[in-house]
C-alpha cells in the first residue's frame, strides 16, 4: 500500500505538478482563446493578428512568443526521419531562460522572410544523427528538402513544446500577420515583475472582448483563457488518470491499516491480562500507550524499507507503460524516478498509517480495567463482547473497501477493453500503416502528390501477401484531426454558428482496406477528377444530423459561406477517430480532387502486417529516396496506444484491486485462526459435551467477527 500510494506521488509530480523544471518557470503563462463550451484546451488555436495586439497593448507581460506547429523531415543523411519542431519568434529561448549551450538563438532580423533559413536543433538529435559534432554550428542541414544553417544547439534535456528537436524563426508575411481566420498559433509569455497571474488574466480578458466586440465576424466565439506555464503546457489527462490511481492506492491504505489495526487489537485483547498485571504493579497508562505505538512504528519502519524496491519497480513498470509514440506529448517523462524526495513523503505515510492502526489498540491499553479485567479472564477464555464491536466494524470496512475497489476497476478494466476492442467502425487486425508528411518544396503541385501516392499503392500492391493498400489524410487513431465547418444547402446557418465535421481525403480503396461499409450511393470512381464536380462521402451520423431520413444523394454542402458546392454521392458507416471523442460525424473527399501533404498509407495483409514493414520503406524509397516516413506500426498498435493512458490506469486499478481484496481475506482469515486458537479450550469442552464439528463451525462463523 505504502508502496503503490508513493509511486503515484512520484508519477503526480513528475506529470503533473512539475513537469518543467527550468529557471523561472513559475512566471511564465500560457495564452490561449477558446469557446466556454468546448471542455478540452487547445493550445495551439490563436490566430496572428490577436496575438500582434495582445503584445503591443499588454502590460501585465513583458515577454512574448508565439510558435507554430512545424515536423520536419530530415534528409541528406543516411537514413531520412521526420523530427518533431517548430517555429518560433525571435526571443523564444531567452523567454524560456534556455539559452543554446553552443550558438545562439535567432535574431530579430532571422523573422523575416528570406532570412529564416536558421535553425537551433536539440541536443539529443546532435547526438543522435551529428554524432556531437563540435563543429556544427554554421552548417547546413536539409530540412523539408531545403538547407537550413545551424545557428545553435538547445541545453540537453530542453524540447518544449511537445518534444521538439528542431526550431526555427517564425517568418510570416505581412497577409499572414493580419490574417484573423488561421486560428494555428500557440502563445506564451513572461509575467511582469510584481504582476500575478490573475492580473494578466484580466487584462488579457479584456483585450480579447475588445477583439470579439471590434471584430464580430471571426472573434465572436473566442474568450481568453490564461493559465500557468506548468498547467497549460502539462499532459491534460494524466491529473485525472493519477488521481483516480491516488484514490484507488489510498483505498489500499485504510484496508492495509483496517487489516493491521485488526490483528493489532485481536493480539490486544489477548494481553489485555498482561496489560491489567502490570497496571496492577504500577505501571502508568502512559507508558502502556507509549509502548503500543512504539511498537506500531517499528512495524510502519520496517514497511517503509521494504517499499522501496517496490517503489522503484512500480516507477519503472510505469515508465514503460508509456509507449514511444506518446512520448513527446507527455512533458515531465523524463522526471519519472525515485528522487530524494521519495523518501520524506513514504515515511510520512507510513508515520501516518502507524498512527491510523497503532491508536486504537493503544487506547484499548490505556482504558483496562484491573479488576474486571482480571475476574473475566479468570471465568472464561472468550473475550467480553465489549472487546469485539471494533474489529468487526474494522473486519467490515475492510472488506467493504475491497470489494468496491474490485467493482470499480472491473469497470474501469471491462472499458479500456471495450474502447480497444470494441466497435470503431473498421477493422484494425492485420493493417499496416505508413504515416508520411510531404514537403512543400518538393510536392507543390497536387498533380505530384498524386502520382507519389500511386506508385507507392502500386508497389504495394503487387507484393502477395498484400490484400488491399488504400491512403487517407488521417488515419483513425492518429494523435492529430482536421475539422471543416460544414453549411449545407438549403439550411440558414451563421458561419460562426456552424458546427464542425472531421475532414478527411481518401482513395477509393481505402474504405476497402479499412473495411468501411458503404451504405448508399458509390464509391469515388475515375470520373472524379481536379476539373469535375466536387463531391464527398459523408458518415451515417452525419447525414442524420442534417436531412434526418431524407435521401442524401445529390444533396449539396460546402466548408466556407463563399466556398464550392460539394455534392453528396455516397454514405459510409461511421468511425471512431479516438477513444475521448466518439463523435461520427465525417467528410471524405477524393484525393483526386483534393490531394493532401500528410498521408497515411493503409497497407491490409494476409498475415503479421510488420512482416511488410520492409517492403513499404523500400517502396517509399524507390519513389523518393529523401522521404521519411514519420510512423510505421500495425492499426491495432495505434488504437492501444492511442488509449494508452487509459489503459494503463484500468491495469493499475486492477492490480490495487486484486492486491485489496486479497489483503481483506487473508485479514479476515488470519483474525478468524487467531480467535479460534483463543477458544481452543471452549471447542474442545463443546465437543467433549456432544456438539458436533458442524455445530462449532456454524457457531465460529456466526460469533467470530
Known amino acids: 500500500a505504502l508502496a503503490a500510494n508513493s509511486t503515484t506521488f512520484s508519477l503526480m509530480d513528475a506529470l503533473v505538478l512539475r513537469p518543467y523544471r527550468f529557471a523561472g518557470v513559475d512566471r511564465l503563462i500560457v495564452a490561449t482563446t477558446v469557446a466556454p463550451e468546448n471542455p478540452f484546451l487547445d493550445r495551439i488555436n490563436v490566430t496572428a493578428a490577436d496575438f500582434r495586439e495582445w503584445r503591443e497593448q499588454s502590460k501585465t507581460v ?61 541536443h539529443g538529435l546532435w547526438a543522435r544523427r551529428f554524432a556531437s559534432d563540435p563543429d556544427i554550428i554554421g552548417k547546413s542541414i536539409r530540412l523539408d528538402g531545403e538547407p537550413y544553417e545551424v545557428v545553435g544547439v538547445a541545453p540537453q534535456g530542453f524540447n518544449t513544446p511537445d518534444g521538439a528537436e528542431v526550431w526555427a524563426p517564425l517568418a510570416l508575411t505581412d497577409e499572414q500577420w493580419a490574417t484573423r481566420r488561421a486560428e494555428n498559433y500557440g502563445v506564451m509569455g513572461r509575467l511582469a515583475d510584481g504582476v500575478s497571474l490573475e492580473q494578466a488574466r484580466a487584462e488579457l480578458t479584456a483585450i480579447v472582448d ?68 502490570r497496571l496492577a504493579l504500577g505501571s502508568s497508562r502512559a507508558r502502556l500507550f507509549g509502548q503500543t505505538l512504539i511498537e506500531g512504528l517499528v512495524l ?54 502507524m498512527i491510523i492502526f497503532s491508536v486504537p489498540p493503544a487506547i484499548q491499553a490505556t482504558k483496562a480495567q484491573v479488576a474486571d479485567t482480571l475476574r473475566q479472564s479468570g471465568r472464561s477464555l472468550t473475550p467480553g463482547r465489549n472487546r469485539q464491536w471494533a474489529r468487526s466494524a474494522l473486519a467490515t470496512t475492510q ?7 474490485v467493482f470499480a476497476s472491473a469497470l474501469a478494466i471491462t472499458a479500456a477493453h471495450e474502447t480497444v476492442n470494441g466497435r470503431l467502425g473498421f ?33 504495394m500492391r503487387v507484393i502477395p501477401a498484400v490484400a488491399d493498400v488504400g491512403v487517407v489524410s488521417i488515419i483513425p487513431a492518429a494523435f492529430n484531426n482536421w475539422t471543416r465547418r460544414f453549411f449545407p444547402e438549403g439550411q440558414d446557418i451563421p458561419e460562426l454558428e456552424a458546427r464542425t465535421a472531421q475532414f478527411r481525403m481518401a482513395t477509393p480503396e481505402y474504405f476497402a482496406a479499412m473495411k468501411i461499409p458503404l451504405m448508399r450511393g458509390r464509391m469515388f470512381d475515375d470520373s472524379d477528377r481536379p476539373e469535375s464536380t466536387p463531391v464527398a462521402i459523408l458518415s451515417t451520423t452525419l447525414v442524420h444530423r442534417y436531412w434526418g431520413d431524407e ?82 506500426e500495425s492499426l491495432d498498435k495505434m488504437v492501444e496506444e492511442r488509449a494508452a493512458g487509459f489503459v494503463f490506469i484500468s491495469r493499475a486499478l486492477g ?28 471447542i474442545g469442552v463443546r465437543m467433549a459435551l456432544g456438539a458436533g464439528r458442524w455445530q462449532v463451525v456454524r457457531a465460529r462463523t456466526s460469533r467470530s467477527i
Open 62 to 122: 513583458k515577454g512574448w512568443a508565439i510558435y507554430q506547429w512545424w515536423d520536419a523531415n530530415l534528409s541528406g543523411v543516411d537514413i531520412p526521419e521526420q523530427v518533431p519542431g517548430f517555429f518560433v519568434s525571435p526571443g523564444y529561448f531567452a523567454l524560456l531562460s534556455a539559452p543554446p549551450v553552443m550558438g545562439r538563438e535567432f535574431l530579430e532580423s532571422e523573422g523575416q522572410r528570406g532570412q529564416h533559413h536558421r535553425v537551433v536543433i536539440g
Open 210 to 277: 475588445t477583439q470579439r466586440n471590434d471584430h464580430a465576424d471571426t472573434n465572436l466565439k473566442r474568450y481568453a483563457r490564461v493559465l500557468s506555464f506548468t498547467k497549460g503546457m502539462a499532459d491534460p489527462g494524466a491529473g485525472s488518470f493519477i488521481s483516480v490511481w491516488q484514490a484507488a492506492a489510498l483505498l489500499l491504505l485504510l484496508i492495509a491499516c483496517a487489516n493491521v489495526a485488526n490483528l493489532l487489537m485481536a493480539r490486544g485483547a489477548e494481553r489485555a491480562s498482561e496489560y491489567s498485571i
Open 300 to 353: 510502519s519502519m520496517g514497511a517503509v524499507l521494504l517499499s522501496m524496491p517496490l517503489i522503484v519497480a512500480g516507477l519503472a513498470v510505469s515508465k514503460a507503460s508509456i509507449p514511444a509514440s506518446v512520448l513527446r506529448f507527455i512533458p515531465g517523462w523524463a522526471f519519472i524516478r525515485v528522487d530524494l524526495e521519495l523518501f520524506p513523503v513514504t515515511a510520512a505515510l507510513g508515520t501516518l498509517a
Open 399 to 405: 472488506m467493504a473497501l475491497a470489494l468496491a475497489l
Open 427 to 459: 477493422d484494425k487486425n492485420n493493417v499496416l500503416v505508413a504515416q508520411l508528411n510531404l514537403p512543400e518544396r518538393n510536392y507543390s503541385d497536387a498533380d505530384t502528390r498524386r502520382r507519389f501516392i500511386t506508385e507507392v499503392s502500386d508497389a
Open 551 to 632: 435521401d442524401p444523394l445529390g444533396k449539396r454542402f460546402r466548408f466556407a459561406l463563399d466556398g464550392p458546392w460539394i455534392t453528396v454521392v455516397g454514405v459510409s458507416g461511421d468511425i471512431v477517430h479516438n477513444w475521448f471523442d466518439r463523435r461520427g460525424d465525417m467528410v471524405y473527399v477524393p484525393i483526386t480532387q483534393q490531394a493532401p501533404y500528410s498521408v497515411a498509407f493503409a497497407v491490409r495483409t494476409v498475415g503479421d502486417p510488420h512482416a511488410l514493414a520492409g517492403d513499404l520503406r523500400r517502396a517509399v524509397a524507390a519513389v523518393d529516396a529523401d522521404q521519411p516516413i514519420a510512423a510505421l
Open 655 to 682: 492490480v490495487v484491486g486484486l492486491i485489496a481484496l486479497v489483503l481483506a481475506v487473508i485479514g479476515i482469515y488470519s483474525l478468524m485462526a487467531f480467535l479460534t486458537t483463543q477458544r481452543t479450550q471452549e
